[in-house]
């Protein structure tokens, strides 16, 4: 009788541990659909670029990339950084080193980007992140660059109640979350999936507030990663490089 009690314990110990590693593999499949890459803004380079200040629109990462090594840059992240038109120009708000090189869209239409609430990724000029939804977006002297998209994938801590579990809506997908720690991650599927765990994702790793950011059209370049996308036809692109 005295074993009883600690073989039932050892039971429930065995039990839970096996549960909580079937968790943390069905997480691990997950996780394994979606690549990501983690900033720290005030300590990395990350600046949003439409084109060589000439007007000639830069259209892929490896135009980018070309473009910064002139400079003796060296990329080392780069992701299309929300939707544009047929001529490259960027769908609602974009702001380029202070300067407001395509207005704030309020206005409601069809599409991704209209799927309410949208939002605004955007950094100060002390280097710090924020997302928020459109209508709360404020400009001001003290933003340096914003992009405009949608829809918001997590508000709050939350997932909007529009994306449901197990929906047959798939596609590849990119967007940019807020982490506790003032950082953001950007990441991208590998695979198609659906607005609802793509926004899971975001949410599992503590991201207070995500934004969509596009569509198949996406691509990424995280070298550090073995992820190596150059290609593209985009508006705008958010790189992360080495110092001028």
Same mark, same amino acid.
């Given at each position: 009788?005295?074993?009883?009690?600690?073989?039932?314990?050892?039971?429930?110990?065995?039990? !839970?541990?096996?549960?909580?590693?079937?968790? !943390?593999?069905?997480?691990?499949?997950?996780?394994?659909? %979606?690549?990501?890459?983690?900033?720290?803004?005030?300590?990395?380079?990350?600046?949003?670029?439409?084109?060589?200040?000439?007007?000639?629109?830069?259209?892929?990462?490896?135009?980018?990339?070309?473009?910064?090594?002139? !400079?003796?840059?060296?990329?080392?992240?780069?992701?299309?950084?929300?939707?544009?038109?047929?001529?490259?120009?960027?769908?609602?708000?974009?702001?380029?080193?202070?300067?407001?090189?395509?207005?704030?869209?309020?206005?409601?239409?069809?599409?991704?980007?209209?799927?309410?609430?949208?939002?605004?990724?955007?950094?100060?000029?002390?280097?710090?992140?924020?997302?928020?939804?459109?209508?709360?977006?404020?400009?001001?002297?003290?933003?340096?660059?914003?992009?405009?998209?949608?829809?918001?994938?997590?508000?709050?801590?939350?997932?909007?109640?529009?994306?449901?579990?197990?929906?047959?809506?798939?596609?590849?997908?990119?967007?940019?979350?807020?982490?506790?720690?003032?950082?953001?991650?950007?990441?991208? !599927?590998?695979?198609?999936?659906?607005?609802?765990?793509?926004?899971?994702?975001?949410?599992?790793?503590?991201?207070?507030?995500?934004?969509?950011?596009?569509?198949?059209?996406?691509?990424?370049? %995280?070298?550090?990663?073995?992820? %190596?996308?150059?290609?593209?036809?985009?508006?705008?692109?958010?790189?992360?490089?080495?110092?001028?």
């Amino acid at each position: 009788m005295k074993n009883g009690p600690k073989a039932l314990l050892l039971t429930v110990f065995f039990a !839970s541990l096996t549960l909580i590693l079937g968790f !943390s593999k069905i997480k691990q499949v997950e996780d394994d659909r %979606i690549i990501s890459y983690s900033v720290d803004c005030k300590k990395q380079n990350v600046l949003m670029y439409l084109d060589d200040g000439q007007g000639k629109n830069f259209g892929s990462i490896g135009n980018l990339q070309a473009w910064l090594e002139k !400079s003796g840059r060296k990329l080392l992240f780069a992701m299309n950084g929300g939707m544009y038109g047929p001529d490259h120009t960027p769908k609602g708000l974009f702001i380029e080193n202070k300067l407001v090189r395509s207005p704030l869209d309020t206005s409601s239409g069809n599409g991704n980007f209209y799927i309410k609430p949208n939002g605004v990724f955007y950094l100060t000029n002390s280097g710090v992140p924020a997302i928020c939804d459109t209508k709360n977006f404020q400009n001001n002297d003290q933003i340096k660059y914003a992009t405009q998209s949608g829809p918001m994938l997590v508000i709050d801590g939350a997932i909007p109640t529009t994306f449901k579990q197990g929906s047959t809506n798939l596609n590849i997908r990119n967007g940019v979350g807020l982490m506790p720690d003032n950082k953001v991650v950007f990441a991208i !599927s590998k695979v198609p999936v659906n607005f609802y765990d793509f926004a899971n994702y975001f949410k599992s790793l503590g991201c207070k507030d995500a934004l969509y950011l596009d569509g198949f059209v996406s691509r990424a370049y %995280i070298p550090e990663k073995n992820w %190596i996308q150059t290609d593209g036809d985009f508006g705008v692109i958010i790189g992360v490089s080495t110092p001028r």
